[in-house]
């Protein structure tokens, strides 16, 4: 009986290492990597949070860690919708070729470009800037070395085919030359709507494009991944008849638009995806997947990889510094300061406030802080749950009461409130479950004491971004917080 119960539990610990898991966990969609030394460094897409496009680097493209950001502040061109950093390195000079929202236009490609990784950056502004928008930017040589890049026109934000283009590209990565001729674009059943996220290597005498197609994002999305080849860069290209090659498994859930590379003489392609548990609460997370090239000259992928499950189970912040994992929103750029192990945050009267906010892992944690209680009028602070501006359900604490509350689409909703008295200090707490349920609770000189049995969620995450957790304040005056803590239950 003893042999048998041993035997049960060393399958129980296989099965839940062997199970493929993300390598970046938490919101990483459009994952892009590249190598500088014996260094892999790699960008996501931010969206509307801020600071746009983290930078991680690892040795081994399993474990990675958060290194700073591409931009510390907003491009001055460019006001919203920060996505797909390509990052690419060559001659002793990184460059991220990236998508942003032009004030007063629509999406363009930008670059920018650095020494090193870590920065500094030098933003060089927009390359192309079609009225459809143009999106997901990816730079390669033709076969006589001349850069060009490529790049999607975004037909399908206004229900037209989404060609995929290139153009000759300046060395000094300024300005487009000639005339851009399209590669491919959405004509085959299977790609739906649209073709995107191309990233392009070199092998056995072609030029292979993987690239996605169907619906990104969402509780609703259908992406899947393909591939294309072609002898010379400017084509003809060849779709791969057995599209598509990355298809949702019974772990993630529409992966795609990512970039390959290759480690140790092995290939490797690293990727988005949701999980299957927590799906959009969560968001797109970065996964690793090996592939190889048939003998007919084309790709498939391999088993997934048995990777460890990197999902932290506990964050704690004393503010003793501040951390390089909080965001917020490029709308409200917020004012802050560590002092004396606390955070102080300045409040805005607008929307819901003004917040610092982490990733979230899975569909199951806790987040708690500490918060001084408000001694000013008009001025509350709190902890919340963030989908974005418009998207946001908490609790906090303003003279004299506790509040929970939801802004949804834009409208604010008190749900209930509570008096409180002769507290200077209170821990907020959101317990989460199935990813929207979510229970906020209180603590007052160690009484631990529900405040709101459940509220509905599900209303928070964007189409294209994840829920995030963290501090807020709102009116006239600066919350105090101290000790955040994010438990998450690993799925």
């Known amino acids: 009986m003893k042999s048998l119960l041993i035997a049960s539990l060393l399958t129980l610990s296989v099965t839940a290492f062997a199970q493929q898991q993300a390598v970046l966990p938490g919101d ?28 991680l680097k690892s040795k081994d493209l399993i474990h990675w860690q958060t290194a700073g950001y591409i931009f510390n502040k907003l491009p001055d061109w460019a006001d919203y919708y920060f996505w797909a950093p390509e990052i690419s390195y060559e001659k002793g000079k990184v460059y991220a070729y990236y998508t942003a929202h032009k004030k007063g236009g629509n999406l363009c490609v930008g670059v920018a470009s650095a020494d090193k990784p870590e920065g500094p950056w030098k933003d060089h502004g927009p390359l192309v800037c079609q009225s459809d928008g143009s999106i997901d930017a990816f730079p390669m040589r033709d076969e006589n070395g001349k850069l060009h890049l490529i790049w999607k026109e975004d037909g399908n934000s206004i229900r037209q085919p989404t060609p995929i283009w290139i153009q000759e590209m300046n060395e000094e990565r300024t300005a487009l030359l000639g005339e851009k001729k399209e590669l491919f674009r959405n004509d085959q059943p299977w790609e739906s709507n649209l073709v995107e996220g191309v990233s392009m290597m070199r092998h056995g005498g072609y030029i292979y494009a993987f690239y996605a197609a169907a619906g990104c994002c969402g509780e609703g999305c259908t992406y899947v991944s393909g591939v294309a080849r072609a002898k010379n860069l400017l084509g003809p290209w060849e779709k791969f008849s057995g599209n598509p090659i990355l298809i949702s498994d019974e772990n993630w859930k529409c992966p795609g638009h990512g970039t390959p590379i290759v480690k140790d003489g092995k290939y490797y392609f690293l990727y988005h995806a949701y999980s299957t548990k927590s799906t959009a609460y969560s968001g797109r997370q970065g996964v690793l997947r090996e592939f190889e090239f048939t003998p007919d000259g084309w790709v498939a992928f391999k088993t997934p990889l048995a990777t460890p499950n990197q999902v932290p189970t506990l964050v704690k912040d004393d503010f003793s510094s501040f951390s390089n994992q909080w965001n917020w929103s490029v709308f409200h750029r917020p004012e802050y300061q560590v002092k004396a192990g606390k955070l102080q945050l300045k409040a805005i009267p607008e929307q819901a406030g003004v917040y610092l906010a982490r990733k979230t892992y899975t569909g199951n944690y806790t987040a708690q802080v500490q918060v001084e209680v408000p001694t000013k009028e008009g001025l509350s602070s709190g902890l919340s749950l963030i989908g974005d501006d418009e998207n946001v359900v908490g609790i906090s604490v303003r003279k004299g009461e506790m509040l929970v509350w939801k802004r949804e689409k834009g409208k604010d909703k008190v749900l209930q409130t509570l008096p409180i008295t002769s507290a200077k200090t209170v ?65």
């Open 28 to 55: 990483h969609a459009d994952p892009s990597v590249t190598k500088i030394g014996d260094t892999y460094w790699a960008s996501a897409t931010s969206s509307n949070w801020a600071p746009e496009f983290p930078l």
């Open 427 to 491: 821990v907020l707490q959101a317990e989460v479950k199935n990813s929207k349920d979510i229970t906020f609770k209180y603590l007052i000189n160690e009484k631990n004491t529900q405040v709101f049995d459940s509220v509905d969620g599900a209303f928070l995450p964007p189409w294209d971004r994840a829920v995030r957790v963290g501090v807020i304040a709102k009116g006239e005056g600066t919350a105090v917080f101290d000790n955040f803590q994010l438990k998450t239950v690993k799925e």
